[in-house]
């Protein structure tokens, strides 16, 4: 599998990610363009469990 990634800055657009290849196994082009957006956040809830033994 051959593969490229770079960043793209389109004036008017967020910095957007490109991702393209050859899939070989397949037998065709990929390409993947992203705009990633701000880091997700974590679950940090807690659940609580009625049948643990503490």
Known sequence: MSKHFFRAKVPG???LEVDAGWDRPQQHF???VT???PPEEEDTSTSACTTCKS
């Open 13 to 15: 657009w967020p910095p």
């Open 35 to 37: 705009a990633p957006g």
């Open 30 to 32: 990929y390409l993947n």
